[in-house]
């Protein structure tokens, strides 16, 4: 089964850029739809992106114009893109993947951390 790994994470000023990367082994990336989840304290977690076996890529409103999702099939990873970053944004950030036509997402990483404040 596959494994994930993000990796990216850290702490940047408001307007401020990350790149999130999600790396994954055991399995080959562009076989599974792969969506990037946040959560923040208190809050209910939050898909931010996806990207599916056929390469359509979503958004939610919420980051749409500011997050791009990207797909390394060569490097077995998927990279999300955060610019014009907002305190709001502040959350542990996970990838998560699952198989085709299977509704949910069996396979999460570890998560890591985003944290945007002055």
């Known amino acids: 089964q596959v494994q994930l790994v993000e990796s990216g994470g850290g702490l940047v000023q408001p307007g401020g850029s990350l790149r999130l990367s999600c790396a994954a082994s055991?399995?080959?990336?562009?076989?599974?739809?792969v969506g990037w989840f946040r959560q923040a304290p208190g809050k209910q977690r939050e898909r931010v992106a996806q990207?599916?076996?056929?390469?359509?890529?979503d958004y939610a409103d919420s980051v749409k114009g500011r997050f791009i999702l990207s797909r390394d099939n060569a490097k077995n990873t998927v990279y999300l893109q955060m610019n014009s970053l907002k305190p709001e944004d502040t959350a542990v950030y996970y990838c998560?993947?699952?198989?085709?036509?299977?509704?949910?997402?069996?396979?999460w990483g570890q998560g890591t951390q985003v944290n945007v404040s002055s």
């Open positions: 990207i599916t076996i056929g390469s359509s890529i």
């Open positions: 055991g399995g080959t990336i562009s076989n599974y739809a």
């Open positions: 998560a993947a699952r198989r085709f036509r299977t509704p949910t997402y069996d396979y």
